[in-house]
């Protein structure tokens, strides 16, 4: 028999998919293990101490990390795919990937894979109504249709933070609800300095997953701790998507991916994009899935 990628529908529970459409974010909590996320926090380490060693000027070469941030406080891994097997069985978690899935209505292809490390701005004074870098990956229009009255958006990320998230350290921040206003971003963003309440910040334990939109107005929160933050992000698009960074997979690694993951990794030369959606009152698929039954390439 064919080998399937076995993941669960739906992978929201009815409160958290209507959370999601209220919203455009959900915190799904204790999707990793405190042992999960102190491994992928320490090949998250590894790799941010090999790409401060490369001599400057030499660039990463094909299939390897780099950063798109590079600061004494602050470096944000792009092109995480292949640099540890840890890091691919994140991107290929069943429940991750189902819940991206659920969001996006289709099936889903791997679009982006990074990671922040960030600490407090050491110049910065911690301010009570701090500016944030807000932005959003996808218009509305172009990103988003509905099915059996619910939300769905092309382009997702599941973002899970490594370190526990208390309110000075720096959770993400979105403007709740901008994921299906079609309005200019810097209005809404302008509304929501205005009134604070629409700016919600993640709060959550280690290994807890914000799962969101890209039509979702979001942006790093302010660190006003002295904890450093540590977040692992995957990004899920439709099929028919390129994938969005500098870095093609190496041939070595390609030919490693199991059948059964090919569409996930390399997306599909075809626009049918294998819908699939639920009714608000589904109930959650319950199946347990951890880190383990992702795929670990080289295991
Ligand atoms: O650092 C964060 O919390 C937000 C990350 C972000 O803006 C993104 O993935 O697009």
């Known amino acids: 028999m064919e080998p399937t990628f076995d993941r669960p529908f739906p992978a929201l529970t009815p409160a958290q998919r209507y959370h999601f459409d209220i919203n455009g974010y959900v915190v799904v909590p204790k999707v990793l293990s405190e042992e999960e996320c102190t491994g992928i926090l320490s090949a998250m380490q590894r790799i941010k101490t090999e790409i401060r060693a490369l001599t400057p000027g030499v660039e990463p070469g094909r299939g390897e990390p780099r950063f798109l941030v590079d600061l004494p406080h602050h470096v944000f891994i792009s092109d995480m795919r292949e640099a540890d097997p840890l890091f691919s069985a994140y991107a290929t978690h069943p429940r991750l990937v189902g819940m991206a899935e659920e969001v996006m209505g289709a099936e889903a292809r791997m679009v982006e894979m990074n990671a922040h490390i960030n600490s407090r701005k050491p110049e910065a004074m911690p301010s009570a109504e701090p500016k944030f870098d807000f932005h959003n990956g996808m218009d509305v229009p172009y990103a988003s249709h509905s099915k059996n009255g619910l939300f769905h958006c092309s382009f997702v990320k599941t973002l899970t933070n490594l370190t526990e998230l208390g309110p000075d350290d720096g959770g993400t921040v979105v403007v709740a609800g901008s994921h299906k206003i079609d309005l200019p971003v810097e209005d809404m963003i302008a509304r929501a300095y205005e009134d604070r309440s629409l700016i919600h910040q993640v709060v959550a334990p280690a290994g807890s997953t914000l ?64 819908p699939r959606y639920r009714n608000l ?11 383990a039954d992702g795929w670990h390439y080289g295991a």
């Open 211 to 274: 799962l969101f939109a890209e039509t979702l107005i979001h942006a790093t929160g302010q660190i006003r701790s002295d904890r450093e933050r540590a977040i692992i992000i995957c990004g899920y698009g439709s099929t028919m998507f390129p994938y969005w960074g500098g870095c093609d997979l190496t041939p070595e690694f390609t030919a490693k991916i199991p059948a059964q993951l090919q569409t996930l990794y390399l997306g599909k030369a075809s626009w049918l994009r294998g």
């Open 281 to 291: 009152t589904d109930p959650v698929d319950p199946r347990p899935f951890t880190l």
